[in-house]
Each structure stands twice: as structure tokens, then as C-alpha cells.
Nanobody
């Protein structure tokens, strides 16, 4: 089992920045690629970003490219999502998740084995 706990969400204005953190415990963190997903009210949960086990390769949904950055610190068992130039459309509950897969699979929820409880991000206009 891997336990994941997100933090860093909040209420911000359009154009502001936030950094989400996801702390992992349990099995060896560096054995897992990590992803961030989000779910807006009335919508399905969707892929945001992912990072390989070593942190050398990242993947993003087009809508956040150039604004969001995923990173990880394997010594601290933590993955981050730096979110800049936030828009009201970014309002959602953000979840981190762990997977043993990579490639196109990281964009799919069912590829992930473990999930956090989510943290709310609200961007006002």
C-alpha cells in the first residue's frame, strides 16, 4: 500500500499561483510514477500531469502546458504541482496518484493503483 496525502489547495484569484504537495508513505516512493488529476463540479476526473519514477520525464494535458510544472523529491517522498497563471477553469479538486505504468497509460485513471483524498483549488475571476 501507498498512502498519499495532498495539501496546498485554497482560494486564489485569477493569475495567482499555488503549489500543491503530495506526501507519500508506505512502499518505496521511487518505484512509482506519479500523476495529478482533477475533478471540477459536474465533470469527470481528468488527467493533469505525470512524472516518471526518476523525475526525468513529464507529461501534461494541453490546457496546463506552460503554466503547471510537476516535480518530485524522492528523498522527501513528495510530488509537487506548481500552478501558475491560474484561471477560473482550473477550479477543481486535485488528486495525486501512484502508478507502476508509464507511456500513454499515465493519462488514464485506471492505470493508477493508489490515490490521495484530494485538495480543493478554487480560482476566482
Amino acid at each position: 500500500q501507498v498512502q498519499l496525502v495532498e495539501s496546498g489547495g485554497g482560494l486564489v484569484q485569477a493569475g495567482d499561483s499555488l503549489r500543491l504537495s503530495c506526501a507519500a508513505s508506505g512502499r518505496t516512493f521511487s518505484n512509482y510514477a506519479m500523476g495529478w488529476f482533477r475533478q471540477a463540479p459536474g465533470k469527470e476526473r481528468g488527467f493533469v500531469a505525470a512524472i516518471t519514477r526518476s523525475g526525468s520525464i513529464t507529461s501534461y494535458v494541453d490546457s496546463v502546458k506552460g503554466r503547471f510544472t510537476i516535480s518530485r523529491d524522492n528523498a522527501k517522498n513528495t510530488v509537487y504541482l506548481q500552478m501558475n497563471s491560474l484561471k477560473p477553469a482550473d477550479t477543481a479538486v486535485y488528486y495525486c496518484a501512484a502508478t507502476t505504468h508509464w507511456g500513454s497509460a499515465v493519462r488514464t485513471e485506471r492505470s493508477y493503483d493508489f490515490w490521495g483524498q484530494g485538495t480543493q483549488v478554487t480560482v476566482s475571476s
